[in-house]
């Protein structure tokens, strides 16, 4: 990541935390828009989801549409508190659609392979699917395997190098928000 320089934020970047609904309705424009595109057999709307995945991968929904729209205009209009999670497995969950939408919009358009872009794009409108309308985010399951694999730096999210760190008490019944005796 970009260092950021004195009084200068840093335009690149991902964000530590993530307010979990802002990603879900993210996820669901991709999945509209993912979805029209296969319906449709029209790839060229993969052009804008890759697109919004790299700003997204890069700068969080700084320079995202789909993502300001998300932060900006629906989660500030939804009920309830902000459910803040962990970025890196979000980021890591833009790269991998980044990679899909953009995979899928080569073979078909570079390619001609359209068979095989349906195939990309209906897994990514699947694992798009499960994170949007059940939370279920695939790359974040991913995510403490590829720590424990070594393929991910555990320093890049300490709570997901050890997802059940902080429930390692529970069992005995302790109040893990009460502050220590």
Known sequence: MLRQTVGMPS?????DTVDERAARVVAGGVVVMTTTSLLTDRPWILAPVAGGFAAR????????????????????????????????????AQGLGLAMSSASLLLAVVFGRRRAARVVLSVLI????????????????????????????????????????????????????????
Do not use: Y
């Open 57 to 92: 991968v890069l700068s969080g929904p700084r320079f995202s549409p789909l993502g300001r729209l998300a932060t900006r205009v629906i989660v500030p209009r939804m009920p309830g508190p902000a459910r803040p999670v962990a970025g890196p497995p979000k980021r890591l």
């Open 126 to 181: 699947a694992a798009a699917g499960l994170e949007s309308f059940a939370g279920i985010c695939l790359a974040c399951k991913m995510f403490p395997l590829l720590v424990r694999a070594g393929l991910v730096s555990a320093d890049s999210c300490a709570d997901c190098a050890d997802p059940w760190a902080r429930f390692a008490d529970a069992r005995f019944g302790e109040d893990l928000d009460a502050p220590p005796a």
């Open 11 to 15: 335009l690149i970047g991902f964000p």
